[in-house]
């Protein structure tokens, strides 16, 4: 019979931990163990939030309804959060939403907490977040709690559940969704939530009333296609990044669209964020809510701004919109531009003297964002106009900060509903072909 061996585990550079170096670990971890379980224990004893019915955070509540179900939300400030929960979550980048929902049907609903937030917390993780140390005692007056205010499914028929969720932090606007799934059956609600401390890249147009213009589907392609092909700057003497993108809806449909799939707002330009913008390009680090530089188009610069921010300040999609006074189907019609940030670099061209180095395939920013939207189950109708004409990867042209861009020369329409659309609802307006985004077998290749 074959002998067998059991031989030591190996450690990297010859190390092997014995009873010796055990020892040695424990008694240079204990002190540490003994505090972090002290501490845990003061929080346990000395726990003492606010009932829900003291703060009246409520009192700010929005709400929405239909013949089935009513839903409301609020979302308290720092201060109020702190004293629900007693202890500073805004500090960890945590922000509790507040959900009733009140269920007048028949069906049992569930409330699906990733459209709120993708990467909601969890109560215990959130606990786990705030309090921090090594040890932790389970079910304690704080893990109670946490689990307690959360919310919780399913509502059932004629009852009503409420709590809060607990979602990353969001600032300056906070687009709360609320998903509610039945058997055969989903509903959307949507808010939009302002939150004070940050100075947000949006502003409204007060159009008067004989300048706004409603029109139909045959006027509408033709204005798109008689608006300006590009961004300008102050002064509009000069042309810069090619109006690709056209959005029709109303402003929170816009803003809830783009939320799902992971945009955020961007900050004004002032002192603050142009200090973030350089300490994260001089970092690596990450600034979710980074400026979008000013362009022009109307006159004036954007209206808002939306961004995708991805690993640090290099990597982002942003967009920019304007509000235009045509209305389609009662809804605002947005004229925009859109374009993939890869890199940032100083620049004497503009200020701040930081900018972003866009992609210069701008057609693949375009139509990421017809897949994010399609995603969102908010797209319901997507088409391309004729914009700035095609631009060979062969002899691009430059925008205002000297960044080479090409392009098909398409811009594309974008029609917002409420939703839900499925995705395979989302429908063609048959207008011009792109070469790299079709929807609908009747969409030809343009002659041109």
Not at 103 to 111: A, F, Q, T
Not at 163 to 169: A, D, R, S, V, W
Request: charged fraction near 25%; aromatic fraction near 10%.
């Amino acid at each position: 019979m074959r002998s067998v061996r059991f031989s030591q585990p190996h450690y990297g550079g010859g190390f092997r931990p014995g009873i010796t170096s055990i020892v040695r670990i424990v008694a240079t971890l204990l002190p540490v163990m003994v505090l972090a379980s002290c501490a845990t224990l003061r929080t346990s004893t000395s726990f003492k939030p606010a009932s829900v019915n003291e703060i009246r955070f409520r009192d700010r509540a929005l709400s929405k309804s239909d013949a089935e179900v009513r839903v409301t939300v609020a979302v308290p400030t720092a201060e109020e959060s702190s004293a629900l929960f007693n202890t500073d979550l805004i500090r960890k980048e945590i922000q509790p939403v507040w959900v009733k929902v009140e269920n007048h049907s028949d069906r049992i609903y569930y409330l699906n907490s990733t459209a709120t937030d993708p990467n909601y917390f969890s109560p215990l993780e959130t606990v786990y977040a705030v309090r921090g140390g090594l040890f932790g005692i389970y079910r304690d007056a704080m893990e109670n709690h946490f689990r307690s205010m959360s919310f919780h499914n399913p509502v059932m028929p004629n009852t009503a559940a409420a709590g809060f969720i607990f979602t990353n932090l969001d600032e300056g606007e906070k687009v709360v969704q609320i998903d509610l799934i039945a058997a055969e059956q989903v509903k959307f609600f949507t808010f939009f939530v302002q939150i004070p401390g940050m100075r947000v890249d949006y502003r409204m147009v007060d159009f008067a009333d004989d300048e706004i213009l409603e029109v139909n589907e045959d006027e509408l392609k033709a204005a798109l296609e008689e608006f300006p092909c590009c961004t300008t700057n102050l002064t509009g003497d000069k042309l810069g990044d090619p109006l690709n993108l056209v959005i029709i809806g109303d402003f929170k449909d816009v803003a809830a669209a783009f939320a799902r799939r992971g945009w955020l707002p961007a900050e004004e330009t002032y002192s603050t964020a142009v200090w973030k913008t350089i300490k994260s390009y001089l970092f690596g680090s990450r600034y979710r809510y980074s400026p979008v530089s000013p362009l022009y188009s109307y006159g004036r610069r954007q209206d808002f701004a939306r961004q995708k921010p991805r690993h640090n300040i290099h990597e982002r999609n942003h967009l920019r919109l304007w509000y235009s006074p045509l209305r389609y189907r009662g809804k605002p019609v947005f004229v925009g531009q859109v374009s993939r940030d890869i890199g940032v670099r100083f620049t004497s061209r503009a200020w701040p003297p930081v900018t972003h180095k866009i992609d210069p395939d701008i057609d693949e920013a375009r139509d990421a964002v017809i897949e994010d939207l399609i995603y969102s189950q908010m797209l319901a109708e997507v088409g391309f106009v004729k914009g700035v004409g095609r631009v060979r990867a062969s002899n691009p042209r430059a925008n205002l900060t000297g960044d080479p861009y090409f392009t098909d020369g398409h811009r594309v329409v974008l029609i917002l509903d409420e939703g839900p659309v499925a995705l395979d609802k989302v429908k063609s307006l048959g207008w011009e072909a792109s070469q790299t985004f079709r929807i609908g077998a009747s969409m030809e290749p343009s002659p041109n």
